[in-house]
């Protein structure tokens, strides 16, 4: 592991080895292989509790720990946002899933010290098109995003084109989160922002890791924060869907450590 010689608020980027690459194969395939499993479970009349419960088993049978737990006081193994609930969404066996919601699962096992951070928002039955086509939006906007990652571009490059699928679409993405760097650090340097200027921001090296992560509102990009601290909804109510991976850049592009090895997902 060395350093960029590009900070941020004064904090240097890690660059990652190959041996590093190697544990975050690993950790990101656990993160992709727990969301692949809970899948089938997504189902009208279970509870996010359930779901909460099942994902935590899964990670702690492959060898991982939920590095939610216990983070900044968070007590669950996944974050589970239901409709018009944007991120952060605590898991309760009193919030059952009914059809036509969109659902957001967000798993981070930590494996052998390194996190994989992932989360698809599921289609609970059949949805409406409105709610259908802003879960599509969100995850073509991740893809674009993702595909702008290689060595030379820049983060605002990665924003803007998240920014621009968003906007076509008739949504406004999330500012109030971003992505991360990670890797031993669950948080960690730069922030990955959704939105904002091409060209602009830290120039992308390779070994870098960092979450891309977008969240899309169908209205206003405002967002609150509920009083148990955690869950943040949409201001007006609206829909809002989110997609993240957790990525590398690579010498001539990037390397997504948490694709599903599904056909499907
Ligand atoms: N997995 C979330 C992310 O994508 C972080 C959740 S932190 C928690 O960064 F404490 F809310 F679980
Ligand atoms: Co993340
Ligand atoms: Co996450």
Not at 161 to 183: K, L, M, P
Not at 214 to 243: C, I, R, Y
Request: charged residues 20%; hydrophobic residues 35%.
């Amino acid at each position: 592991m060395r350093h960029s010689t590009q900070t941020e608020h004064g904090k240097p980027i890690r660059l990652h080895d190959e041996a590093d690459f190697a544990a975050m194969r690993l950790a990101g395939k656990l993160a992709a292989q727990t969301l692949d499993y809970i899948t089938p479970f997504v189902k009208p009349g279970v509870s996010t509790g359930e779901l909460d419960r099942l994902c935590e088993e899964f990670m702690r049978a492959g060898g991982g720990i939920p590095a939610t737990i216990d983070y900044h006081g968070y007590k669950h193994a996944t974050c589970i946002s239901v409709n018009h609930v944007v991120t952060h969404g605590i898991p309760s066996f009193e919030k059952k899933l009914k059809v036509g919601d969109i659902v957001n699962i967000d798993v981070t096992p930590k494996l052998h010290g390194w996190h994989g951070d992932s989360s698809r928002t599921f289609k609970v039955g059949k949805v409406s098109i409105q709610a259908g086509r802003l879960v599509d939006v969100t995850y073509e906007s991740m893809m674009v995003g993702i595909n702008k990652v290689k060595p030379g571009a820049t983060l605002g490059d990665v924003g803007a084109a998240i920014e621009a699928v968003a906007r076509a679409a008739g949504y406004q993405s999330v500012r109030d989160f971003c992505g991360h760097g990670t890797g031993e650090v669950f948080h960690d340097t730069p922030q990955v922002i959704h939105y904002g200027k091409a060209g602009t921001g830290v120039v992308l090296e390779p070994g870098m890791f960092f979450t891309i992560e977008p969240m899309l509102n169908a209205g206003s990009f405002e967002v609150k924060v509920l009083g148990d601290g955690w869950t943040t909804v949409t201001k007006d109510h609206s829909l809002s869907a989110q997609f993240e991976h957790t990525l590398a850049v690579t010498q001539t592009g990037y390397e997504i450590f948490t694709l599903s090895e599904l056909p499907t997902a």
